[in-house]
T-cell receptor, first 111, second 113 residues
Framework: EPEVTQTPSHQVTQMGQEVILRCVPI?????FYWYRQILGQKVEFLVS????????KSEIFDDQFSVERPDGSNFTLKIRSTKLEDSAMYFC?????????FGSGTRLTVV | GENVEQHPSTLSVQEGDSAVIKCTYS??????FPWYKQELGKGPQLIID?????GEKKDQRIAVTLNKTAKHFSLHITETQPEDSAVYFC????????????FGTGTSLTVIP
């Protein structure tokens, strides 16, 4: 069964550093997403991406965040100047329409 | 925006018993309601979904019911097995929200052998 692949599975970074989280969506999917889940809290929408541009973003997705699809297969989330409160599980997902397929997530720990 | 509430946060059942997880939503325009199962170390996996034009949907031991008037939907797992132990998330997608989902806080289900 096709999978969404995320790397790394765990990333530890110093506060103020930049991190890039990587995702390989399912190849024939058209919509791509990033969600995050702070420990014990809801899964929160960050951004959706369609046709090589952001289609929606939440209030969380401020200027420190950016997304890219650099080569037609990878989909990346960059967080500039990380803060302690950015520590969370970050999930990538892709879809044709309707239900998502999620990746296994990247646990980001900012110290 | 949409707000999805999910109860209970934790649920323990004996193997073979049924488990019910309930969610409410606030936006009457929501028209798609998926349920996800998340096992330890894995991402959420879609297990069943229901659209607003349907009141109930079944898939083997799993069923989902939707009450649009009351704005709540429930996941029912019958004849539970230890491998059903996981965190379950409900979600709602409002019409016009693009493809953004709003998730509940999750229910940690433990099936005791």
């Amino acid at each position: 069964e096709p999978e969404v692949t995320q790397t790394p599975s765990h990333q530890v970074t110093q506060m103020g550093q930049e991190v890039i989280l990587r995702c390989v969506p399912i190849s024939n999917h058209l919509y791509f997403y990033w969600y995050r889940q702070i420990l014990g809290q809801k899964v929160e929408f960050l951004v959706s991406f369609y046709n090589n541009e952001i289609s929606e973003k939440s209030e969380i997705f401020d200027d420190q965040f950016s997304v890219e699809r650099p080569d037609g297969s990878n989909f990346t989330l960059k967080i500039r100047s990380t803060k302690l409160e950015d520590s969370a599980m970050y999930f990538c997902a892709s879809s044709e329409w309707g239900g998502y397929t999620f990746g296994s997530g990247t646990r980001l720990t900012v110290v | 925006g949409e707000n999805v509430e999910q109860h209970p946060s934790t649920l323990s059942v004996q193997e073979g018993d049924s488990a019910v997880i309930k969610c409410t939503y606030s936006d009457s325009a929501s028209n798609y309601f998926p349920w996800y199962k998340q096992e330890l170390g894995k991402g959420p996996q879609l297990i069943i979904d229901i659209r607003s034009n349907v009141g109930e949907k079944k898939d083997q031991r799993i069923a989902v019911t939707l009450n649009k008037t009351a704005k709540h939907f429930s996941l029912h797992i019958t004849e539970t097995q230890p491998e059903d132990s996981a965190v379950y998330f409900c979600a709602a997608k409002p019409l016009g929200s693009g493809n953004q989902f709003y998730f509940g806080t999750g229910t940690s289900l433990t099936v005791i052998p």
